[in-house]
């Protein structure tokens, strides 16, 4: 059996849903329904008998009699409606009151009202209802929380795993659960404008890749039927977008969904959007100046001020960006100076400092894990840690002053990296010389290295690509500061979960079950046809079909010649 176990409430549901239908009454109509106005809009800009029409969830609902009040959420907010019987029923039939609204209709029904706008005596915009429509019945109830006459609010739906599994029930008994994905909205708009007004373009780059490359990470590993090959789901599109830089556009920037088959914790989900954007003929010092307007622009956009607040912590976006240097970064927070080390002293280094390493680890390698663990946390407001050793940045230009280095920045943040840009390599023979390092730490056992050498991305070098800063921003980590939250869950729809495991189900007796499997394998029966094959006694048939239907997992509907029995 596939059906699960249905409350009390959810039985009670259905069987209002077999009644209005018995009514007459079409539960899901397909008609459009013609909104003019929200609750939101009318509250603000309030107009005193102004005739309106408008659709939401029922919310609410208080029977005074011959009159209620209920209350409707639309996708702008709450307003109250005030339902008179009389009004909604001027005849001597009063069923559309009396049964339908006060019976049949439950707190998270969509339903449609027509009416005017009033100010109820105690001030509050109101709806006087003069029609209403419903459009689609709820069968499972809301989890909304109950306020008690102090005020105090009880079974709040706060449960962290139920909230990111039901998302959509999350986002209506939960408001300031939207605004965070309002604030994400405005995030990438604002950014797209700012691109955009640069004269930059927003370009699309393939999900499936033969060679996942831009990053060093683990990839999601698919196989294409018809090429019969093996596909890798994007780390990055760095690659792709630096081909097009080849072929002659002066910017280019994607919002990409990007996939890495890795850890998961608070800041880290294996699928998550980063935004990369290419710019020809300008360095990582003017990507620096670029960043931090940029910055600065989207936050005054999602916030209304350049200041946001993290945790304990109040960052402010605001240009300039204090700047230091990785070396003197490590030199600050440990006293070891990396400067001109070989692999063996880092690694000693590194061990001394009770940092965990091992013989796989690269200098690059090393040295990250020392930032990592002594330097990276200490840093609240935006700061660009700059000029990386080169065994760090395979795609990177070297410094134009120390050889050692690269041109190279990260943006940190609360402790944790926001944005990381590069004076992009350029040199054919330089990448290719790179890639081969990486395969061979990859060999050596570093599971983070570059398995692959994309020859392709090194043939379009060979053409020729212009000197080139590149920046990427993890835009999920982005949101989370500017929303404050610590948890990268609470700014994604739908985070990645374990499956979600159904073992309690109805509990039907027998000859419930024998009915039931007989429609569960047809889908649709006959009455009289399922009655003789069930091979129940008259008794026995009606005890079991009467159940079955009133716990809403069979209807019966009437046809001109029979009566057919079918799955709800």
């Known amino acids: 059996m596939s059906v699960f176990e249905l409350s009390e409430q959810e039985i009670q549901r259905r069987e209002s849903l077999n009644k209005l239908r018995e009514m007459g009454i079409n539960p899901y109509p397909a008609d459009l329904y013609p909104v003019t106005d929200y609750a939101t809009v009318i509250k603000d800009k309030f107009e005193d008998g102004k005739q309106v029409c408008l659709a939401g969830r029922m919310m609410s609902q208080r029977d005074m009699g011959k009159a209620s009040f209920a209350e409707l959420q639309d996708s702008t907010g709450r307003i109250q409606l005030y339902i008179n019987r009389d009004e909604i029923c001027p005849g001597e039939d009063k069923t559309l009151y009396?049964?339908?609204?006060?019976?049949?209709?439950?707190?998270?029904?969509?339903?449609?009202?027509?009416?005017?706008?009033?100010?109820?005596?105690?001030?509050e915009t109101s709806i006087h209802v003069s029609e209403f429509t419903l459009l689609?019945?709820?069968?499972?109830?809301?989890?909304?929380?109950?306020?008690?006459?102090?005020?105090?609010?009880?079974?709040?739906?706060?449960?962290?795993?139920?909230?990111?599994?039901?998302?959509?029930?999350?986002?209506?008994?939960?408001?300031?659960?939207?605004?965070?994905?309002?604030k994400r909205t405005k995030l990438f708009s604002a950014m797209r404008h700012f691109f955009n007004d640069a004269g930059y373009m927003e370009v699309e780059t393939p999900v499936l890749q033969s060679i996942p490359g831009g990053a060093a990470a683990r990839p999601f590993v698919t196989h294409h039927?018809?090429?019969?090959?093996?596909?890798?789901?994007?780390?990055?599109?760095?690659?792709?977008?630096?081909?097009?830089?080849?072929?002659?556009?002066?910017?280019?920037?994607?919002?990409?969904?990007?996939?890495?088959?890795?850890?998961?914790?608070?800041?880290?989900n294996p699928e998550f959007t980063a935004m990369e954007i290419y710019v020809s003929y300008k360095d990582y010092n003017w990507m620096m100046e670029f960043t931090e307007r940029l910055l600065e622009h989207c936050a005054i956009a999602v916030n209304g001020s350049s200041e946001t607040t993290f945790g304990e912590h109040k960052i402010n976006f605001k240009a300039p960006y204090k700047r230091v240097t990785m070396r003197q970064s490590i030199i600050d927070f440990?006293?070891?100076?990396?400067?001109?080390?070989?692999?063996?002293?880092?690694?000693?280094?590194?061990?001394?400092?009770?940092?965990?390493?091992?013989?796989?680890?690269?200098?690059?390698?090393?040295?990250?894990?020392?930032?990592?663990?002594?330097?990276e946390g200490n840093y609240i407001q935006p700061t660009f840690i700059t000029d990386y050793p080169k065994e760090m940045s395979p795609l990177c230009k070297e410094h134009r002053d120390n050889p050692e280095l690269t041109e190279r920045f990260e943006l940190m943040v609360c402790g944790k990296e926001v944005a990381n840009a590069y004076s992009e390599l350029n040199d054919p023979i330089d990448q290719r010389e790179r890639f081969e390092e990486q395969v061979r730490l990859s060999e050596k056992g570093d599971d983070e290295a570059g398995q692959f050498i994309d020859n392709d991305f090194l043939r379009s070098l060979e053409y020729g690509m212009p000197p080139t800063s590149g920046l990427g921003i993890g835009m999920?980590?982005?949101?989370?500061?500017?929303?404050?939250?610590?948890?990268?869950?609470?700014?994604?729809?739908?985070?990645?979960?374990?499956?979600?495991?159904?073992?309690?189900?109805?509990?039907?007796?027998?000859?419930?079950?024998t009915i039931f499997d007989i429609v569960e394998s047809t889908g649709t029966m006959d009455l009289n046809t399922l009655k003789a094959k069930a091979g129940l006694s008259g008794k026995q048939w009606d005890v079991s079909i009467k159940s079955l239907t009133k716990q809403g997992l069979l209807k019966v509907n009437k046809t001109e010649d029979s009566l057919l029995v079918e799955l709800v």
Not at 225 to 253: C, T
Request: aromatic share 10%.
């Open 476 to 513: 999920d980590r982005l949101i989370m500061y500017l929303t404050n939250n610590p948890s990268i869950q609470e700014v994604l729809f739908f985070p990645q979960m374990r499956p979600e495991v159904h073992a309690v189900k109805v509990e039907l007796t027998e000859n419930e079950k």
């Open 98 to 123: 009396n049964q339908v609204f006060k019976k049949l209709l439950d707190l998270g029904d969509f339903i449609g009202v027509k009416g005017y706008v009033f100010k109820t005596k105690v001030g």
């Open 334 to 375: 440990t006293g070891f100076d990396i400067a001109g080390k070989s692999e063996d002293e880092l690694r000693a280094a590194a061990k001394g400092m009770g940092i965990a390493v091992d013989e796989t680890m690269g200098k690059g390698k090393l040295i990250d894990e020392i930032f990592g663990e002594k330097c």
């Open 225 to 268: 039927n018809a090429l019969d090959i093996p596909l890798y789901m994007r780390i990055a599109n760095e690659l792709y977008l630096k081909r097009l830089i080849v072929g002659g556009f002066d910017g280019v920037y994607e919002f990409s969904k990007n996939f890495r088959n890795e850890g998961m914790d608070r800041t880290h």
């Open 136 to 182: 689609s019945k709820s069968l499972k109830p809301l989890p909304l929380p109950k306020t008690d006459s102090e005020g105090k609010v009880h079974d709040a739906f706060t449960d962290p795993e139920m909230r990111y599994r039901q998302r959509y029930a999350d986002l209506v008994v939960n408001p300031h659960v939207k605004d965070i994905f309002i």
